[in-house]
């Protein structure tokens, strides 16, 4: 079986307010691009990492990341197009998992808990429920309704999918013309299942200027929970 991580590192750091990459910014001591990569980079069930960057990025990244596996594509101007370029220069694959670079505290044992997942009904991804009641509103801000939270899961990345249906997936949204922000949107269009894999809430996004600080005290409090251990 051969495997393929695409991780998705070319956003341009906007909502973060910094000049530069926000994947190159530290938490304890390494870069965000640097942890991200490296969970992947250490696991035998993923045989080749492709990371998708800004052409900008692209020679930082590579002195970053000089693994033997470790590839890169310059990504297109969105997250779909992104995914497409990493796609089209895969040769060989069963497994596609697309990570976002953003989100380095992703653990491995969830990443094979969502592959196991994926072999089994060939699309599936993280997500935890979520934690506050969503409103539904209408154009004017005014509540529409209360969706039942029971039903609710924020999806988080990894996503991973049989490498064939997501290829046709992501081919048939192309001819209609569709640009997801979502890759399992890819596939609900086409008409296939996702199944969600429980993950952790620490799998956080790394989007704002506080969100450096928060994943710092949560590498902190794995560094505790280990040492009890």
Do not use: W
Request: aromatic letters at 6%.
């Amino acid at each position: 079986m051969f495997n393929v991580a695409v991780i998705l590192a070319a956003g341009n750091g906007t909502r973060m307010g910094v000049d530069k990459s926000k994947l190159l910014l530290e938490i304890g001591g390494r870069t965000v691009i640097e942890r991200t990569v490296s969970v992947f980079e250490n696991m035998a069930e993923v045989d080749e990492i492709i990371v998708v960057c800004r052409e900008c990025d692209f020679e930082t990244f590579s002195k970053l990341l000089p693994g033997e596996n470790i590839t890169f594509v310059i990504g297109g101007e969105t997250r779909q197009q992104s995914v497409k370029n990493a796609v089209d220069t895969i040769d060989e694959c069963d497994y596609i998992i697309i990570h976002d670079g953003a989100r380095p505290l992703i653990r491995q044992d969830t990443v094979i808990r969502t592959l196991d997942k994926a072999q089994t009904d060939k699309a599936a991804a993280v997500g935890v429920y979520v934690k506050d009641t969503i409103k539904l509103v209408d154009d004017d801000l005014n509540i529409a309704g209360t969706p039942n939270r029971k039903y609710l899961v924020s999806i988080q990345t990894p996503q991973i999918f049989d490498f064939s249906l997501y290829k046709a997936s992501l081919e048939k949204a192309v001819k209609q013309g569709k640009d997801y922000t979502d890759d399992c949107q890819l596939i609900e269009n086409f008409g296939a299942k996702v199944s969600v894999v429980l993950g952790e809430y620490d799998n956080i996004k790394i989007t704002t200027k506080s969100d450096i600080p928060l994943a710092g005290s949560l590498l902190e409090m794995r560094k505790g929970e280990t040492a009890d251990e």
